[in-house]
């Protein structure tokens, strides 16, 4: 939520016009840390976007703290929390050479996609988060499967409760490549994304800042055809994933679906309607959510298949699957 956040306080400050509301960087002025009241509104917005890094340093510390004092090691917790550490240090400095460099639009675009960098850990982490209890959880099943197989009533032969029959493997590959350029395709599109605001009214500030040299007209038809193809990836994946093993990949694929198309209503209303500056913060709130819907979707089928494929060879299993799998 903080990371979905940054970037949606990001377009308030250049929807508003307060991209410049602090003149410098690191400190507010020459002089001052915080907004003086001559400098109104747009520096109130401005140093409020500044101040929720400092809460967003705050949130990843607390996950690599916690996750270094959990009995069992979480090391892809660990990671995920470290990589948004240094990559919200990032995002401050490229917002203050954005600063430096009075909103050039290329920069501009750098600091938006240095925050979709950060949502794109933060999903990393919580899907990590989950995985690792899933895995518990996991174990701990097979570890009941094999006392009720080696049971009076077990014989040793039955198929383990909740182990999902094996995909085919031309069904395996083409969800795993469906996956793939989903996740592609739709980073295209964000990126293809920042070109249109590039080149659009929005610049952040009431002075004259420079455009992207780029017929918007023609950057937004490219965008909407990306985002058709989007959506023909997204409901091909969403129609070749089983419900059985791949339910919970399948349920996420939907949800995605629907905020796809609710962004798509939002982008074209946005096109026609000259770009309204609320119709814009639903748009980019929207491509916050796209993006975490994409990588939910990817993450949750690489996950189930592998776990119906198994690990690769010569990874450890842990011990209660071990002994499920001799068994």
């Not at 890094?53 to 892809?76: D, N, S, Y």
């Not at 026609?272 to 979707?297: D, E, F, I």
């Not at 690990?311 to 001799?326: C, E, F, I, Q, V």
Request: net charge neutral; aromatic share 6%.
């Amino acid at each position: 939520m903080a990371s979905i956040a940054i970037i949606v306080t990001g377009g308030i400050v250049r929807v508003t016009g307060s991209g410049l509301g602090c003149t410098d960087w690191p400190m507010c002025t020459g002089e001052t840390l915080a907004p003086t009241a001559e400098m109104g509104v747009h520096g109130v917005i401005e140093f409020g976007n500044r101040l929720l890094t400092g809460a967003l340093c705050a949130v990843v510390g607390w996950v690599i703290v916690t996750a270094r004092l959990q009995e069992k090691p979480m090391p892809a917790v660990l990671r995920g929390g470290w990589a948004q550490f240094w990559i919200v240090i990032l995002n401050a400095v490229v917002g203050g050479v954005t600063v430096w460099m009075r909103l050039s639009p290329y920069i501009v675009a750098a600091h938006f996609l240095a925050a979709t960098l950060l949502l794109t850990a933060a999903v990393y982490t919580w899907h990590a988060a989950y995985a690792d209890a899933g895995a518990d959880a996991g174990a701990d099943a097979g570890a009941d499967a094999v006392a009720g197989a080696d049971g009076p009533s077990g014989g040793g032969g039955g198929a383990l409760p909740g182990v999902a029959a094996p995909l085919a493997p031309g069904l395996a590959a083409r969800i795993r490549s469906l996956s793939a350029a989903l996740v592609t395709v739709t980073a295209l599109l964000v990126v293809v994304g920042t070109l249109a605001t590039g080149s659009g009214p929005h610049a952040g500030d009431s002075s004259d800042v420079a455009r992207m040299p780029f017929d918007w007209t023609a950057v937004t038809v490219v965008h909407g055809v990306l985002a058709g193809a989007v959506l023909v990836l997204a409901g091909a994946l969403f129609s070749l994933l089983p419900r059985d093993g791949l339910g919970a990949a399948r349920r996420k694929a939907a949800v995605f679906l629907a905020v796809l198309l609710g962004q798509g209503v939002v982008g074209l209303v946005q096109s026609l309607t000259a770009l309204p500056s609320l119709v814009v913060m639903l748009h980019l709130l929207g491509s916050a959510l796209v993006w975490t819907g994409v990588l939910q979707v990817h993450l949750t089928v690489r996950r189930a298949l592998f776990g119906r494929s198994g690990p690769p060879a010569g990874a450890p299993l842990p011990p209660a699957l071990s002994a499920a799998t001799h068994a």
